[in-house]
C-alpha cells in the first residue's frame, strides 16, 4: 500500500503560506502527481480557498483552529481524502494560531495513520514580523519560537522588504533556535519543489510494521499491534519512557479482553476506554529527540511476553 505523504504548512497568520502552497501546487501539478489540500482558517468564511485550483480535492476546515476545536472534523475529512480521493500527497495548511504538536497530534488518528507518512513541517517565517516580535504579546512570540524549533524546513519570507543586515541577523536567529532544519530566504515564498522533496525523513529506516519520521527532534511513530499484551507491563513501559514522548494514542488489546482499548496518553495519565467492536490496532507516538527503534523493541517485547504467558 502505498502511503499518502503529508506535508504540514505552519506559520503565523499573514507570513505567506498561501503563497507558497500555490507555488507546491503548480509544481505538482507539473509533476502529475495527484494532490490534495486541507485548509484551516479560523473565520466562518475560507479567503484563501481560490487559490487552490479546481481539479485539486479540497476541503476546507472554517471556525475554528484544527489543534482544538474541530480536531474530529479534520479526522473526517481526511480519513475521506485518504479513502475517497486516495491523493500521493496532501498539503495541510494550518492557521497561523497552530502548535505544531497539536496539529501532529490532530492528524495522526490511529484509525489511519498507518496509511500516511508526515514527510514534515514547513514552517513560513515573516521576516520583518519575526525581527520585530517583542512588539508582541509573549503568547504569541512563544507560538512563533515553537513553530520554527518544530519545523523540519523553514521558508525565511518577505526577504524582499529586509535589509542585508536584517536578512543575516533573521537567518542567525532562526538557526540557533533550530539546527537541524533546512532555511530557505525568499521572497514570496519561492521555494523549489526539490527542497519540499528533499524531506526524507521516513526513509532512515522502514521497517515493515511501523513508520519512523525522524529521531532528532519532533517526530512521530505508528506501531501496529499484531497481539495482545499485559496492562501490567505495558505501564511499566510508560512509565519508563523518556519524558519527550509528549503524547500517545490508538488501539491496543490487553490480555485477556477479546476486544481493543482505545487507549490516551498525555503529560503521564494513560486512559483507557474499552470499544465493542474491532479496531486497527494501531498506537501513535508524538515525540522529541528519541530513538524509536528501542521503543518499536520494547512493544515487541511487550507482545512476546503476553503471548508467552497465555
Ligand atoms: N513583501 C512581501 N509580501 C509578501 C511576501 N510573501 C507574501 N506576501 C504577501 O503577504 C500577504 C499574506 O500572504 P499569504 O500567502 O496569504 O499569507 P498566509 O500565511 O497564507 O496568511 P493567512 O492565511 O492569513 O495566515 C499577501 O498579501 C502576500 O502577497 C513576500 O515575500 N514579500
Redesign the pocket.
Known sequence: MNKTEIYILS???????????KQLLEDEKKQGRKVAVMMN?LGKVS??SDSVDEDVPLKELLDGCICCTISDKLEAQLQELLTVEKPEAIYI?T??AAHPVEVLDSILSPLFADRMIVKGIIS?VDGPRWLNRKSLSPQVQQLLIEQVRHADLIVL?????LTEAEQALLTMEIQALNSHAFNIL????KVAMKQIRGLSPGEKRDPAHSHVFSDLKLSTYVYQFQNPVNQSDFEDFLRSLPDTVYRIKGYLKLHPSNYPFLFQFSYGMPLYMQEHINMPLNIVFIGENLDWGIIEQQLFALEEKAAESL
Do not use: M, Q, R
Not at 519570507?157 to 522588504?161: I, Q, R, T
Not at 525568499?186 to 515564498?189: E, V
Open positions: 506559520g503565523f497568520l499573514g507570513s505567506g503560506k498561501t503563497t507558497l502552497l482558517e479567503i484563501d495548511e492557521t497561523g513560513v519570507n518577505k526577504a524582499d522588504a525568499t521572497s514570496y515564498s
